[in-house]
C-alpha cells in the first residue's frame, strides 16, 4: 500500500548531538512537510518541499535543517543549535502545494532528551 | 495570518449525530477549510476539505457558513472509533498551514 513512512518510532539525543529523523513516502507526491507537535498542542511547520531539490522554512525552523535530494525521501536533522528538541515529529506530503490538496501523515518519531 | 477557533473539548452519545465548530472570521478569498482527526500517538489523518460549498463524503460532511467565517463538521452517527482530537485548518496556495489546538471529542457509550 501506498503511504509516508517516518523512522525510527522512538528516539533519545544525547547533548550537543545532531540527529536525523527519516521520513519516505511511495506516493509520487510532490510537496512534503515536516511538523513538531508539543503535547496538547497543535502542529506547527518547521520546513516544506515543493519539488525535487527546493525547500522553504516554516514558521520554527530554527536549529532544524533539511534536504530533498530524492521525490520520495525528506530527512529532517535536528541539530544541537535546537535548545528543546523533546517532541513529537510528524513528516506530511501532498500531491501538491496547492491548497485543495489535502496531506498524509505518517506515523511520527517521538524525540527525546537523555 | 488567518486563524481558527475551536472549543476545546465537546462529548457526544455513541450512535447520535455530532456537530464540531470552527471559526474562521479572517478567511481569505483563496483559504480552502480543511478537517483532520488525530488519535493518540499517531499522525493526523484527513477527513474533509471544501472551498465554498458544502461537502459530503464516506466519513463526514462538510457545512461552510455563506459567509465563510465558520464552519462545521458533521459526524453523522458517531461511533467509539471516532473519539479524537479534530483540527480545523485553513490552506492556500502559499504553503500556509494554521493549526490550532483542536478539539477533543468524546464518545460516551
Known amino acids: 500500500d501506498g503511504g509516508i513512512t517516518q523512522s525510527p518510532k522512538y528516539l533519545f539525543r544525547k547533548e550537543g548531538q545532531n540527529v536525523t529523523l527519516s521520513c519516505e513516502q511511495n506516493?509520487?507526491?510532490?510537496?512534503m512537510y515536516w511538523y513538531r507537535q508539543d503535547p496538547g498542542q497543535g502542529l506547527r511547520l518547521i520546513y516544506y518541499?515543493?519539488?525535487?531539490?527546493?525547500?522553504q522554512k516554516g514558521d520554527i525552523a530554527e536549529g532544524y535543517s533539511v534536504s530533498r535530494e530524492k521525490k520520495e525521501s525528506f530527512p529532517l536533522t535536528v541539530t544541537s543549535a535546537q535548545k528543546n528538541p523533546t517532541a513529537f515529529y510528524l513528516c506530511?506530503?501532498?500531491?501538491?502545494?496547492?491548497?485543495?490538496?489535502?496531506?498524509?501523515f505518517g506515523d511520527g518519531t517521538r524525540l527525546s532528551i537523555l | 495570518d488567518a486563524k481558527t477557533t475551536q472549543p476545546n473539548s465537546m462529548e457526544s452519545n455513541e450512535e447520535e449525530p455530532v456537530h464540531l465548530p470552527c471559526n474562521h472570521s479572517t478567511i481569505s478569498g483563496t483559504d480552502y477549510i480543511h478537517w483532520y482527526r488525530q488519535l493518540p500517538s499517531q499522525g493526523p489523518e484527513y477527513v474533509i476539505h471544501?472551498?465554498?460549498?458544502?461537502v459530503n463524503n464516506r466519513m463526514a460532511s462538510l457545512a461552510i457558513a455563506e459567509d465563510r467565517k465558520s464552519s462545521t463538521l458533521i459526524l453523522h452517527r458517531a461511533t467509539l472509533r471516532d473519539a479524537a482530537v479534530y483540527y480545523c485548518?485553513?490552506?492556500?496556495?502559499?504553503?500556509?498551514?494554521?493549526w490550532g489546538a483542536g478539539t477533543k471529542l468524546i464518545i460516551k457509550p
Open positions: 506530511a506530503s501532498s500531491i501538491s502545494g496547492m491548497g485543495n490538496q489535502p496531506q498524509h
Open positions: 471544501g472551498l465554498t460549498s458544502n
Open positions: 485548518i485553513l490552506r492556500n496556495s502559499n504553503y500556509q498551514l494554521i
Open positions: 506516493l509520487n507526491h510532490d510537496a
Open positions: 518541499s515543493q519539488i525535487v531539490n527546493d525547500f
